[in-house]
T-cell receptor, first 114, second 112 residues
Framework: DAGVIQSPRHEVTEMGQEVTLRCKPI?????LFWYRQTMMRGLELLIYFNNNVPIDDSGMPEDRFSAKMPNASFSTLKIQPSEPRDSAVYFC????????????FGSGTRLTVV | GDSVTQMEGPVTLSEEAFLTINCTYT??????LFWYVQYPGEGLQLLLKATKADDKGSNKGFEATYRKETTSFHLEKGSVQVSDSAVYFC???????????FGKGTTLSVSS
């Protein structure tokens, strides 16, 4: 398996623009997680899905953030409109459980909003 | 709520030195504990884990023992290499929780 695949690796956008981050989980993994990593706050869980259904989105910072999982092999995290404080590295991870076995992480998308 | 506290870095060592990175946790019940490693420009990789008290996780020369009495899961390595330079994250999973909870990470820098 190629692991968890995220795209793009880097994204630079202007404030106010819409940004879409993409993730392909490992085949057979029922759980998908979106995390955000910043120097100040470390790793924050934004949202997670089980069998394509959002289970906990309490970490989504604002209504500007939305996430979807239309099928078992694809998820998106969208920010509209983007702001400079959204600049961070966004990680997608997948797992066969909520956490007992640990997660497999993608390489991340480094987002810069100018 | 559940939380993980790691020693603040950066930790700077010479090659072949002994490494300890402290990790303590707060959780109800009996969480599973993990160490992840993040190399520059990459995602997090699972390094080792322990699922019950007194378990020792080990991988690539790294070890950590689940100590319930001190609520700790300290990471150790007897002789570090330059290639061990990375950020190390301690994490826990509680059956009553929803997802892995991570510490803030400790940066390790090893020089030759």
């Amino acid at each position: 398996d190629a692991g968890v695949i995220q795209s793009p690796r880097h994204e630079v956008t202007e404030m106010g623009q819409e940004v879409t981050l993409r993730c392909k989980p490992i085949s057979g993994h029922d759980y998908l997680f979106w995390y955000r990593q910043t120097m100040m706050r470390g790793l924050e869980l934004l949202i997670y899905f089980n069998n394509n259904v959002p289970i906990d989105d309490s970490g989504m910072p604002e209504d500007r953030f939305s996430a979807k999982m239309p099928n078992a092999s694809f998820s998106t995290l969208k920010i509209q409109p983007s702001e400079p404080r959204d600049s961070a590295v966004y990680f997608c991870a997948s797992s066969s459980s909520t956490g007992y076995h640990g997660y497999t992480f993608g390489s991340g998308t480094r987002l810069t909003v100018v | 709520g559940d939380s993980v506290t790691q020693m603040e870095g950066p930790v700077t060592l010479s090659e072949e030195a002994f490494l300890t990175i402290n990790c303590t946790y707060t959780a109800t019940g009996y969480p599973s504990l993990f160490w992840y490693v993040q190399y520059p420009g990459e995602g997090l990789q699972l390094l080792l884990k322990a699922t019950k008290a007194d378990d020792k996780g080990s991988n690539k020369g790294f070890e950590a023992t689940y100590r319930k009495e001190t609520t700790s899961f300290h990471l150790e390595k007897g002789s570090v290499q330059v290639s061990d330079s990375a950020v190390y994250f301690c994490a826990l999973f509680n059956q009553a929780g929803t997802a892995l909870i991570f510490g803030k990470g400790t940066t390790l820098s090893v020089s030759s």
